[in-house]
């Protein structure tokens, strides 16, 4: 079992920044591959990034490439997302999740467990 909770949502104007962290508790964590997603009112939840357990790889939405790092400290259990250069379509609620899949992690099925969300608000 993995319990995971996000933290570093908020109100941002375009083009500012934001650092979104996901501290799990329970077992493994190093284990797991780690992903983002978000969601945004009306709309199905989408992929944003994904970490494999050693980082060895990572997979970016193209609507983020260039704009958000997904990071992880497995002595920490924390998964970050660092989001530079926000854009009022980037408004949505963000949400961690942890998984076993061997795929890339592009699907909310490949998940586990999921984090309760935060919310990120981007002005005009």
């Known amino acids: 079992q993995v319990q995971l909770a996000e933290s570093g949502g908020g109100l941002v104007q375009a083009g500012g920044s934001l650092r979104l962290s996901c501290a799990a508790s329970g077992r493994a964590f190093s284990s797991y591959t780690m992903g983002w997603f978000r969601q945004a009112p009306g709309k199905e939840r989408e992929f944003v990034q994904s970490?494999?357990?050693?980082?060895?790889?990572?997979y970016v939405a193209d609507s983020v490439k260039g704009r958000f790092t997904i990071s992880r400290d497995n002595a920490k259990n924390t998964v970050y997302l660092q989001m530079n250069n926000l854009k009022p379509e980037d408004t949505a609620v963000y949400y961690c999740a942890a998984g076993h899949g061997s795929g890339n992690g592009f699907s909310v099925n490949e998940y586990d467990y999921w984090g309760q969300g935060t919310q990120v608000t981007v002005s005009s």
């Open positions: 970490i494999t357990w050693n980082a060895g790889r990572i």
